[in-house]
């Protein structure tokens, strides 16, 4: 039994069947048309609602809202098995399952009532809304600005590299309140692209990861009802740092799945292709780096898997998320290549998903901070524990 094996034995049946519905799905729904979304600079909205109909949006919505009310783990093991296939498309579904989680167990009750059977099907498409054109990894530099009039808030400001926020219709925005007070002055307010006061900016040409949905928008004298403050200041900053947590773990995971389907295809075609009279597999230094880029994926999925646990027992995993995006952040990327490597020439080729893969990979090392990021967040961790 392998590290994968083990991890997904302790979870109960029901995860597991949906890990592996999951499995299939990118298999038979995304795999055949990854190459042609890129190509044709395409956002699968039909791909995603037929996810949600698959239940795999609806992984920790909690039961009585007609979700599974499964773990984060199960989370995680979803995403990183359709990133195998294709790491956009896999982030943008987590990013609506977490959108909708944060809205059935955070929002009023009529607006559950209202939004949420629309995520469900996947005719609504949920988001977070965190980044802005002068603030990305300085969360707290954000300057949406949230004022408190009668009724409700009005919102002002600017969102950028949102994921889904091309098509997305609820966005789980933050804002601040009060410039003075920074982080403190920080809220959650549900944004609905059908107000009055929103305007959505083109899609983003990411390269290699056009699925992602990347987008913005603007809000202009934008009413958010009272209902609408999902957290008040101070606790909206407080409840993304918690999240992060979980978004750094996630995203570590899917590289995982990317860096374990590149070996799949590298370890195959080296073995079915000869040159000068023996296989490419048996050159010891081709070799050695696809074992080298196979005890990382070993590595990497302990980091990743370990912070996913404390997620679940509700401890602390800034440290083990950090660690398990910074450790994807600086290995993929080069081990994919080696895998491009070990195939030629060939391992450029669309038909293979390795440069997609090559492409996200990168983009990873930015998602929910950066590389520099976590050696700012484990160094400060480092300070602490060897204090005099």
Not at 58 to 87: L, N
Not at 355 to 367: D, Q, W
Request: aromatic share 8%.
């Amino acid at each position: 039994m392998n590290l994968q094996e083990q991890f997904d034995s302790t979870l109960c049946a029901g995860e597991q069947a949906l890990i592996e519905r999951a499995r299939r799905f990118a298999l038979e729904r995304v795999a055949p048309y990854a190459r042609q979304w890129e190509e044709e600079r395409h956002f699968p909205l039909e791909a995603l609602r037929e996810a949600c109909a698959e239940g795999l949006a609806s992984i920790e919505v909690p039961a009585e809202h007609g979700g599974h009310g499964f773990g984060y783990a199960t989370k995680m093991r979803i995403a990183e098995e359709i990133a195998r296939i294709d790491f956009a498309f896999a982030f943008s579904l987590v990013n609506h399952a977490n959108a909708m989680a944060r809205i059935a167990r955070a929002a009023p009750a009529a607006l559950v009532a209202r939004l949420l059977p629309r995520l469900r099907t996947g005719e609504l498409i949920g988001c977070t809304a965190l980044t802005e054109p002068e603030a990305g990894s300085d969360f707290a530099a954000i300057r949406t600005l949230a004022r408190k009039v009668e009724g409700g808030w009005l919102v002002n400001g600017e969102k950028t590299w949102i994921t889904n926020g091309a098509a997305a219709g609820a966005f789980i925005a933050f804002a601040q309140t009060d410039p003075e007070k920074g982080w403190r002055g920080i809220c959650c307010i549900l944004i609905e692209a059908e107000r009055a006061g929103f305007l959505r900016e083109p899609a983003l040409a990411v390269q290699g990861a056009h699925a992602i949905g990347a987008g913005g928008f603007r809000l202009h004298d934008y009413f958010a009802p009272d209902e609408a403050l999902l957290f008040p200041p101070g606790e909206g900053f407080k409840m993304a740092m918690t999240n992060i947590n979980g978004a750094r773990t996630y995203v570590a995971a899917m590289c995982a799945g990317m860096l374990d389907a590149g070996l799949e295809h590298a370890v195959r075609y080296a073995n079915a292709r000869s040159a000068f009279g023996q296989k490419i597999i048996e050159f010891q230094g081709l070799r050695w780096k696809l074992v080298d880029a196979a005890t990382d994926l070993e590595a990497l999925r302990l980091l990743a898997y370990r912070s996913a646990r404390l997620i679940d027992a509700g401890e602390d995993a800034l440290e083990a998320a950090a660690h398990a995006k910074r450790f994807a952040g600086e290995r993929v990327l080069g081990h994919l290549d080696a895998c491009i490597q070990a195939m030629g020439a060939n391992g450029l080729l669309a038909d293979y998903p390795l440069m997609r893969h090559m492409t996200c990979a990168k983009l990873a090392a930015y998602t929910d901070g950066s590389t520099e990021i976590m050696n700012e967040r484990l160094g400060k961790a480092l300070i602490e524990r060897y204090r005099q």
